[in-house]
C-alpha cells in the first residue's frame, strides 16, 4: 500500500524559508553573522530581576488572562500616551492589544482584516514577512515603492492606492526595515488622508521607533487616531527571546484581531509579560542604553573601511543598506554567498526585501561591535574589486 504524501494547503504552499536566515545555513565554521537583525547586547537589568523573581515564586504558573496581564497593558498604555491612562483605565486597556511579538501582532491583524482576494500594500523595499502574511490571510501583497533614501514618499503611496483595486490594508514600517529610511509629519499626515479617502486600514509597524540616533521618530498615532500600530518588546528593549508585542487602535479594529490570537497561542507566555512590563516601567534607562548601544555600532560602521562605510544616519534601527558594487548587481545573491563562503561573513541580499532592494544589501549592525569591526574589515574586499 502506498503511503500518500501529505502535502501543504493551497494558502502554505508558496510559503519558502526566509531568506534572512537560509543565507546563514551551510556558513563556514568562523563565519560572523551580520544578517539578523537582533539586539547583542545584554538583556537589560529589570527583565532579567522580573524573570528570576518569576522563576523563584511558588505556586502555579498559570495562563493568565486572554487580553494579557493588567500590568504590562497598562504599561503599553501609558508608554504610548494612550488617553484614558489617568482617567479611564479600561478604556486604554481596550485600546491594547498584547501579543506574542509584533509579529503575532502583525498575523492577527491580517487576519482580522484581510479577506480572500483583497489587496494589501506593502513597502518596497521591505520586511517580507508582510507578504508572506498577505497571501496566509489568502489575500495579495501589492508594494509600494519608498523614496531614495528608504523613507515614506507619500506620493508613491497614493500612486498605488490608486492604482490598485480590492485593497483592505495598507501597511507602514518606520524607521524601516532594511533601509532605516523614516517618515515624516507631512508624509504621515498625506498617507493617513488617503488611507481614510479609499477606506483602507493603516497598519504602522514601529517596533523599531526607540532605536534611534537623532530625535525620536514620530509614530502615526502622533498624526491621527485612526489605524493601527504594532510594536514590542524585542528592538528597542532589547528583548527579542521575551516573545511580547502588542497592538494600539481602536477597540472595534482590535476586538477581531484579538480572537484570532487567542486563537493561536492562547496568550503570551507569563514570564515574557512580566519581564516586559518591568522594561516598559524602566523605559527611561533601557531606551537611553539601547541608544547608547546604537551610536556605539553606528560609530564602528561610519569608520569601517571606505568601501563599506556607513555615510548617512538612519532615522532608526540597526541596518547598514550598504551599496553593492557595480560588478555584482547583475547576481546580488551570488555576491552575498561569495562574501559568506569566502568572506566568512552572513549579510542579506537587498532582493530578499523587494525588487526595490536590488541595489543593496542589508548588514544587520545590532550584534557586538568587535564582530561587526571585524565582519565589515572581511566584507570591503569584495567592494574593492570583483
Ligand atoms: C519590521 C519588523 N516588524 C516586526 C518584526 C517582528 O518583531 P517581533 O520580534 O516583535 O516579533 C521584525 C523583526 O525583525 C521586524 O524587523
Redesign the pocket.
Known sequence: MSIPTITGSARVSGLRPSTIRAMAVGAPGDTIDLGL?VPGWDLPEPARRALSECASTPGPLGYGPNEGLPELVTAIAAHHGLPGVNGDAGESARRVMVTS????A?YAVFQAHVSPGQRVLVSDPG?P?YGTLAALAGGEPVRYRLGPCGELDPAEFARALEETDGVALAVL?HP??PTGGGASREALTAVATAARAAGVLLLS?E??REVHLGRRPLSLHDVTESGVV?S????GWAA?GL?V?WAVGDPDLLAPARLVHNSMTTAAAIPGQRAAAALLRHSPDVLRDTRRQLIARWSVAQTAPEPVRARYTPAGGFYLWLPLPEWALADPLAHCRRVRDEGRVVVVPGTAFGPGGAGHVRVSCGGDPKALAEGLTRMAPFWERP
Open positions: 537583525g511579538g509584533a509579529q503575532a502583525l520586511f514577512a514600517n524601516g526595515n509597524d517596533v523599531y504594532v514590542s518588546a524585542s528592538k527579542p516573545r508585542g
